[in-house]
């Protein structure tokens, strides 16, 4: 069923350039990527007049909050803006902001238990599948309008300065306008994402952390997705029994990890650089699958999970734009030496699904899925309560 969507298949022409990109250079990586940009930017809003008077000042204490120019301790309003300095020290780190976001979905329908939502009319609207391109622009839409909303209100209601933060905090902000993040520093995994909360290992170089963060966001919105698109056809208002049952679809079989798994690294690669993420889950996930999937099938699983990513990449880029791509990139090629893993980068699929083939590998996701769910209320249940 699924190898009948690789007359679909279309190459995924930014991809392959990207991967093309991460290959053998003569020079090193490094020597791509000045630091002096760096430099420069931060220069941009050292204050006029500590760098008038003398070089080896004191670092500036107090900023203004209309035209964000620093300032020395000793100064107390700022000249062009004509209003009262605030001290540097009192904006909050990014990493200590509480974020609590939510996307939501309107729909006539309100299903309060798993039984309302499992009835024969239900499973045959999500076989009828009423559901087309267009409809999938408008989630898509929502989920990025609702996340630059909510990264704006952070920014405001914090009194943030964009400006003086760096490519992490500014990746770690932006993540937190999606999902509640958290930091730890044990265990083995570099992050984890789990019911709409993201934790990352601090013991990280601050290039991996952003990886990471970029990799978990994606599991994150591809259940947020699939929850959108089930609300879409059940015309339902989306709570925590759709998130879990979300949930459910991409974690009960194989080939719904392979996807999600498969999307999360391109993801990942599409915002940093190819080559260079920890694809052992994957390959966990394809090894436990042995003898079961025919390799076209694996591969049909990429072509869905790089689709999806192709859609995850335009909501990231509400904020992510080029200049910020580069400086992650910079970031990243600043922290890791080593050289990209080109075995792993043989294993990159470039394929991407035209918008029919996509809507049926969808449709068959969520049929499936749906189905084997209603018959796991018990699990459900057990999802439900994390949200
Ligand atoms: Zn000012
Ligand atoms: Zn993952």
Not at 49 to 71: A, F, G, Q, V
Not at 89 to 115: L, M, Q
Not at 362 to 384: C, M, P, Q, R, T
């Amino acid at each position: 069923m699924f190898n009948d969507l690789s007359q679909y298949l279309q190459i995924d022409r930014e991809k392959q350039r990207m991967i093309a990109d991460a290959m053998p250079h003569l020079e090193s990586p490094n020597l791509f990527y000045s630091k002096r940009k760096y430099m420069a930017s931060e220069d941009v809003s050292m204050c006029e007049i500590c760098e008038s008077i003398s070089l080896d000042h004191l670092p500036p204490t107090k900023y203004c909050p209309e035209c964000h120019r620093k300032y020395p301790e000793e100064e107390n309003f700022c000249f062009d803006c004509l209003v009262k300095l605030k001290n540097i020290s009192d904006i909050p780190k990014v990493r200590d902001i509480k974020t609590n976001p939510e996307f939501k979905f309107e729909g006539t329908n309100s299903y309060a238990t798993f039984e309302e939502i499992f009835t024969p009319e239900n499973a045959e609207k999500i076989n009828d599948f009423k559901f087309r391109l267009k409809d999938y622009k408008g989630i898509i839409n929502d989920i990025k309008r609702t996340a630059f909303l909510e990264f704006d209100n952070l920014v405001k209601s914090n009194g943030l300065v964009l400006d003086y933060l760096d490519i992490l905090d500014k990746v770690l902000l932006f993540s937190k306008s999606f999902v509640e993040v958290d930091y730890k520093s044990y265990g083995q995994e570099l992050g984890v994402f789990a019911f709409d909360r993201i934790e990352v290992d601090d013991r990280q170089l601050p290039g991996l952390q952003i990886t990471t963060l970029m990799h978990e966001l994606s599991h994150f919105l591809l259940k947020e997705i699939l929850a959108h698109v089930l609300c879409k056809l059940l015309d339902c208002t989306k709570n925590s029994s759709i998130d879990a049952i979300s949930t459910f679809i991409l974690i009960y079989s194989p080939l719904s990890r392979l996807i999600d798994e498969y999307c999360a690294h391109s993801v990942e690669g599409r915002f940093t650089v190819y080559g260079y993420q920890d694809y052992s889950s994957f390959l966990q996930i394809q090894k436990s699958l042995e003898g079961e999937m025919p390799s076209e099938e694996i591969e049909i699983a990429k072509s869905i999970g790089n689709t999806f990513s192709i859609s995850i990449k335009e909501i990231l880029e509400a904020y992510l734009d080029d200049d910020l791509r580069d400086d992650i990139k910079t970031q990243f090629k600043e922290d890791v030496l080593d050289m990209p893993k080109y075995d792993m980068l043989a294993m990159e699929n470039c394929n991407k699904l035209k918008s029919k083939g996509f809507m049926q590998a969808i449709w068959l996701i969520l049929s499936e899925g749906f189905e084997v769910a209603s018959v796991n209320i018990e699990k459900l249940e057990e999802y439900k309560k994390n949200f």
